[in-house]
């Protein structure tokens, strides 16, 4: 069988959970073919995975760089203002009706990608012109949230990037898999309404709360945030919809994709694996009173909660420590300098260590008698199971899925 695996942010090009993931059932199915279509910000990542040899190619599907609007970005042909029209109504439309015409319309403007110029059709005179007209047939709650000319063109432009998965030709194999819902379900869709091939959606996280959490410190206003939520809820709905299996990895994922309208029936909870074999027990502790914590340097992991807490710790235990063992993804060192400024602001800087990546992970729970997690949205994470293997006790967020 040849397998179709998309990813977003994640597999080849990042560490993390997810990835650990990817790499784990990969190897774990030797006797399948694997192809990759990774979503990536740019397209200047580099590969930072060994791939295993069933892998047989990895297609990079860059969301904002100059070169990311796919093969047929040199094409020339135009959407009709009929389609442009109909997408922009269902996603400002609120009645029971919405969902279905935006699948309509989402499958129409996949096969129009494949053929023509679906960028230039987004950002063209004619789509903003369509959303502003939208938008004043629609009174705003208040004269802060009335949309603007400024807010119709950033819209669409959201809207143009995240579909730029569907200007890059549909995988070719006997089944789809998206390790995630939203944008990376795309090439799933596409692949399901021209070839028949049936989609698997593997959720660690909850995609759309993710993008719900997110939303609430980007720069955009209200109106921009609410248009790109209403397209990322459709298109999560819609994943579930049309997927022949869904496999969360934790149970509280459910209560989201049943709500969103998936059929309890296609849902499987697959909880993360982990071999005791490779994490033995631990048989010392630091000298020092000390938290150790792990992953991937990302605000959605709200490393300034845990400093700051830390800092309570750190005034009733002068000799604690924090020792921080991770990397910022590319595009995300301003978030690593924001937590080091943050730890000489609060006068801890020399009590809290950021070491970086480490090369084995049992390591960084050697370093610590307690490791500690502060994400504001997790699925079934492999560090903290890592670490009760190992014999370490875990704190989790409250917050977390």
């Known amino acids: 069988m040849k397998i ?26 030797p006797g399948y073919d694997f192809s990759l279509m990774a979503i990536v910000a740019t397209g200047a990542e580099r590969m930072v995975w060994s791939l295993p040899g069933n892998v047989e190619a990895v297609d990079k599907v860059p969301l904002w760089s100059a070169a990311s609007a ?29 969902q279905p015409r935006f699948a309509g319309v989402l499958r129409e403007l996949l096969e129009f990608a494949q053929r023509g110029n679906l960028s230039a059709a987004l950002g063209s005179d004619t789509a903003v012109q369509l959303l502003s ?28 990037h995240s579909l730029r998965p569907s200007s890059y030709p549909p995988p070719q194999a006997d089944l789809t898999h998206a390790v995630t819902n939203g944008l ?54 819609l994943g579930y919809s049309e997927a022949a299996a869904i496999t969360p990895g934790n149970v509280y994922n459910r209560r989201w994709e049943e709500r969103l309208g998936a059929e309890p029936a296609r849902i499987r909870t697959v909880y993360n694996g982990v071999d005791p074999a ?9 000298d020092l009173p000390t938290i150790s914590w792990v992953g991937r340097i990302d605000p959605i992991k709200d490393l300034e909660t845990l400093v700051r807490a830390f800092a309570l710790v750190h005034e009733e235990m002068p000799a604690a ?4 063992f991770g990397s910022p993804p590319k595009g995300r060192e301003h978030y690593l300098e924001r937590c080091q400024a943050l730890t000489a602001d609060l006068g801890i800087a020399g009590s809290v260590t950021f070491e970086g990546r480490v090369e084995n992970i049992r390591d960084a729970y050697d370093a610590g008698q307690i490791v500690a997690l502060s994400s504001v949205s997790e699925g079934f994470p492999y560090s903290l199971i890592e670490a009760m293997i190992c014999g370490r006790p875990v704190s989790p967020p409250m917050s977390a899925g």
Request: aromatic share 10%.
């Open 4 to 29: 179709a695996m998309m990813t977003e942010g994640t597999y080849p090009y990042s560490f993390g959970g997810v990835s650990v993931w990817c790499d784990q059932l990969i190897r774990g199915m």
């Open 184 to 237: 990376a379900v795309l090439p799933a869709l596409a692949a399901k309404w021209r070839y028949g091939t049936p989609m698997i959606v593997t959720e660690h996280g909850v995609y759309l709360r993710e993008q719900y959490l997110q939303n609430r410190t980007s720069p955009y206003r209200w109106p921009v945030k609410a248009f790109h939520l209403s397209f990322m809820r459709r298109l999560c709905a």
């Open 278 to 286: 490779d994490f033995p027990a631990l048989t010392g502790e630091p």
């Open 70 to 98: 796919g093969p047929t970005m040199r094409r020339r042909n135009r959407v009709p203002a009929d389609l442009l029209r109909e997408l922009i109504d269902s996603l400002l439309d609120s009645s029971a009706v919405a």
């Open 133 to 160: 007209e939208a938008w004043r047939k629609r009174p705003p709650i208040s004269r802060r949230t009335t949309p603007t000319l400024h807010d119709a063109i950033s819209a669409m432009q959201l809207l143009d």
């Open 321 to 324: 420590r924090l020792r921080l």
